[in-house]
Nanobody, 124 residues
Framework: QVQLVESGGGLVQAGGSLRLSCAAS????????MAWFRQAPGKDREFVAA????????NYINFVKGRFTISRDNAKNTVYLQMNSLQPEDTAVYYC?????????????????WGQGTQVTVSS
C-alpha cells in the first residue's frame, strides 16, 4: 500500500505564496506519476498539476500555469507544489495523488492512491 500525507496548507492573503508537500510511503516512489488535485466547496475535484516519474515533464491546468510549480524529490519520496500569486479562486482542499502509470495523466480515475487533503484558503 502507498500512503500519502499532505502538509503546508493554511491561510494566506491574495498575492501570497504557499508550498505544499506530499510525503509518500512507497519504496519505489520513482515508478509513480504524481499529481495535485483540488476541490472547492460545492465543486467537483479538479486537476491542478502533474509530474511524471522522473520529474522531467510537468503539466498544469491553465488557470495556475505560470503561478504554480510542481516538483519531486525521489530520494525523499516527496512531491511539492509551490504556489505563488495566490488568488481567492485558489481556495480549496488540495489533494496529492499517485498513479501507477508513471506519466502525468489529468483524470481522477487514473490515480491509484490519494492523500487526505490539506486546506488552502486565500483571502481577498
Amino acid at each position: 500500500q502507498v500512503q500519502l500525507v499532505e502538509s503546508g496548507g493554511g491561510l494566506v492573503q491574495a498575492g501570497g505564496s504557499l508550498r505544499l508537500s506530499c510525503a509518500a510511503s512507497a519504496r519505489t516512489f520513482s515508478k509513480y506519476g504524481m499529481a495535485w488535485f483540488r476541490q472547492a466547496p460545492g465543486k467537483d475535484r479538479e486537476f491542478v498539476a502533474a509530474i511524471n516519474w522522473s520529474g522531467g515533464n510537468t503539466n498544469y491546468i491553465n488557470f495556475v500555469k505560470g503561478r504554480f510549480t510542481i516538483s519531486r524529490d525521489n530520494a525523499k519520496n516527496t512531491v511539492y507544489l509551490q504556489m505563488n500569486s495566490l488568488q481567492p479562486e485558489d481556495t480549496a482542499v488540495y489533494y496529492c495523488a499517485a498513479s501507477l502509470q508513471r506519466g502525468m495523466p489529468m483524470w481522477t480515475n487514473d490515480y491509484d492512491y490519494w492523500g487526505q487533503g490539506t486546506q488552502v484558503t486565500v483571502s481577498s
